[in-house]
């Protein structure tokens, strides 16, 4: 990228000043190496999403951001629905509520050295791939609808799972007000087979995992660290300009990053703080 196409605000901090039809700003953080670095089409990208109705405050890329559909992987924006503001299928991605999970072993590399080919073979013999790949559970339209207003719960509740598990999740594994009747038949069609494969239907993969690791490495703990999810669009509230606003905020490709103490933590984390994957802090 043209970094004199931008102004520089601070170290890391750079803005694209609004033209045309943008409404508000551009803001994307970065060292020089990391901006220079990104796509040209990043920068148009941004631009674009400034110009979305009820936008607040700035469309945001973070130091990764690189070229996506919509908005820029990578990218921030949220949006006043009194205002006008959109929910952008563009701003979330087409992997939706695609995350990170950081699991512990417990072991040491050389625990892992002697069995790693026998580790690698029986975790691609215990977990389906690929899109199309079929799974084994296979769900009702009752379950369905269970598991889709359940979430993570519904996994823990039949096996596939910990309680403790639910403790590490982002929104405990379940967002409130799941409305299983406004998903279509045709996208429950479609993901009725695919439970538990990876590339398609990622909702007890990691049970999977523990079950193949402790065939081999019995004494592996499998302890599940955190679980966030950097394809969402979230209502949240946020202090803007010094009051309370309801916003539509979308994060393609970014997570929440939260400070010591905030209420969102995991009680395991609440002395310090998260920022798992690309991190992203509306002001």
Request: net charge negative.
């Amino acid at each position: 990228m043209d970094l004199l196409s931008l102004t520089r605000t601070s170290e890391t901090e750079w803005r694209i000043e609004p033209h045309g039809h943008m409404r508000v700003p551009g803001i994307l953080y970065g060292t020089d190496a990391l901006v220079r670095d990104m796509d040209e089409k990043v920068y148009q990208q941004v631009v674009n999403v400034a110009t979305l109705p009820g936008i607040v405050r700035a469309a945001y890329a973070m130091p990764d951001a690189h070229w996506g559909y919509g908005f820029p992987i990578g990218g921030v924006a949220a949006f006043d629905a009194d205002l006008g503001g959109v929910v952008s299928a563009g701003g979330v991605g087409f992997d939706i509520s695609c995350g990170v999970r950081l699991l512990s072993t417990g072991l040491h590399v050389d625990d892992i050295e002697p069995v790693k080919k026998r580790l690698a073979d029986e975790l691609s013999r215990s977990v389906p791939a690929g899109v199309g790949s079929i799974g084994r559970v296979h769900l009702d339209d009752p379950e369905m609808n269970a598991m889709l207003a359940g979430g993570a719960r519904w996994a823990v509740d039949r096996g596939y799972g910990t309680a403790a598990d639910l403790d590490r999740i982002e929104e405990h594994g379940c967002m409130s007000g799941a409305r299983p009747e406004a998903v279509s038949d045709h996208a429950k069609r479609r993901q009725c087979d695919e439970m538990g494969t990876l590339g398609s239907g990622n909702h007890y993969l990691t049970e999977l995992v523990r079950r193949a690791f402790a065939r081999l490495l019995p004494r592996a703990a499998l302890t599940l660290l955190y679980d966030v999810s950097h394809n969402t669009c979230k209502v949240e509230l946020h202090e803007v300009d010094g009051r309370q606003r309801r916003l539509f905020v979308h994060r393609k490709g970014a997570t929440r990053a939260f400070g010591p103490g905030h209420p969102d933590l995991p009680q395991a984390f609440a002395a310090v703080a998260h920022g798992l994957d690309r991190m992203e802090h509306l002001p």
